[in-house]
Nanobody, 124 residues
Framework: QVQLVESGGGSVQAGGSLRLVCTAY????????MAWFRQAPGKEREGVAG????????YYADSVKGRFTISRDAAKYTLSLQMTSLKPDDTAMYYC?????????????????WGRGTQVTVSS
């Protein structure tokens, strides 16, 4: 069993930066992949960025490419999302997720474990 706990959310003005951290409690093996998703009020949950643990391959939604960076610190069992040049459209609850199944990186149904989320609010 894996428990994921997100931190680092908050309120920031447009153009600012935030760093989200997801701490994993439990076994995350090399066959796993992890990702950040977000959900704004009234909208569906969408993939923001993903990473394959074994290869380090990363994936990004078009809307965040060049602004967000996903990374993992295996020694600390943490997954990070560095967010820069934030926009009001980035306002959402951000969730960390992990899976041991294959599939498209942003396919929600393939993820086995989810955190409870951390709120990011970007004001104009």
């Amino acid at each position: 069993q894996v428990q994921l706990v997100e931190s680092g959310g908050g309120s920031v003005q447009a153009g600012g930066s935030l760093r989200l951290v997801c701490t994993a409690y439990g076994y995350i093996g090399n066959g796993y992949s992890m990702a950040w998703f977000r959900q704004a009020p009234g909208k569906e949950r969408e993939g923001v960025a993903g990473i394959e643990i074994w290869t380090g391959t990363t994936y990004y939604a078009d809307s965040v490419k060049g602004r967000f960076t996903i990374s993992r610190d295996a020694a600390k069992y943490t997954l990070s999302l560095q967010m820069t040049s934030l926009k009001p459209d980035d306002t959402a609850m951000y969730y960390c997720a992990a899976r041991y199944r294959d599939g498209t990186w942003n396919n929600l149904s393939t993820y086995n474990y989810w955190g409870r989320g951390t709120q990011v609010t970007v004001s104009s």
